[in-house]
């Protein structure tokens, strides 16, 4: 069996387009740190989603890891909704 090259980004590594490979490894980022949230504080689906200004279909969605339903805009408004801290950081690549 061959190795495959890999990198930090398994969007990447799974064949889509360098700028769809980010937008997806930063919504799945996002993702996570959500459902973490909900996980951390117990919180049932109806709660979570009266706390990040959704619907509960939402929360079951983002549950159930349908990342096509998200946007970056979206996930962002909810994370701030539990009242988490967002950090971006753009690098330069090396040469």
């Known amino acids: 069996m061959k190795k495959r090259a890999t990198t930090n980004n398994v969007f990447l590594d799974l064949g889509f387009g360098a700028e769809e490979a ?3 490894k930063l919504r799945s ?3 996570v740190e959500l459902e973490q949230y909900i996980r951390d504080k ?3 689906q109806k709660r979570a989603a009266e706390r990040l200004g959704v619907t509960q279909p939402r929360i079951s ?3 159930r890891g349908k990342i096509a339903l998200f946007s970056v805009d979206t996930l962002i408004t909810m994370l701030t909704h539990a009242g988490l801290k967002i950090d ?3 690098r330069r ?3």
């Open 22 to 24: 980010a937008n997806l």
């Open 88 to 90: 971006v950081r753009v």
């Open 42 to 44: 117990r919180l049932t």
């Open 29 to 31: 980022m996002l993702m």
């Open 93 to 95: 690549p090396t040469a």
């Open 61 to 63: 969605d983002l549950m």
